[in-house]
C-alpha cells in the first residue's frame, strides 16, 4: 500500500476516535471501497475471518514440508524432518 497523506484535519480525527495509522490502514487493505472511502463491514470481517482460519489450518498441515526450488520450477517437494529443516535453515 502506498504511503498515506495525512491532513491536519485527517490526523485531528483519527487521534480523536482512537484509531491509529495502522487501524486506517488496515480498513483501507481490507474493507470495501465506497464513492467517499472505505468501509470495514461485517460482511469484510467475516470474510477476514474465514481466510484468516484457512491461513492457520494451512500452517499447521504444512508445518515441515519442503519445496525445492530452482527459480519458478518445482523440483521436488517432501516433508523434511528436524535435522534437515535445521540444516535448511
Known amino acids: ?3 498515506l497523506q495525512l ?3 485527517g490526523k485531528q480525527r483519527i487521534r480523536q476516535r482512537g ?3 495502522h487501524d486506517v490502514k488496515f480498513v483501507m487493505e481490507f474493507g470495501t471501497e465506497t464513492n467517499r472511502g472505505y468501509v470495514l463491514s461485517r460482511k469484510d470481517a467475516e470474510e ?3 481466510r ?8 499447521q498441515r504444512l508445518c515441515g514440508k519442503f519445496v525445492a526450488c530452482d ?19
Open 1 to 3: 500500500m502506498m504511503d
Open 48 to 50: 477476514l475471518k474465514i
Open 7 to 9: 491532513t491536519h484535519h
Open 52 to 59: 484468516a482460519k484457512y491461513l492457520l489450518d494451512s500452517a
Open 19 to 21: 484509531l491509529s495509522l
Open 71 to 89: 527459480g519458478k520450477h518445482v523440483i521436488t517437494a517432501f516433508h523434511s524432518s528436524d535435522r534437515q529443516q535445521r540444516s535448511l535453515l
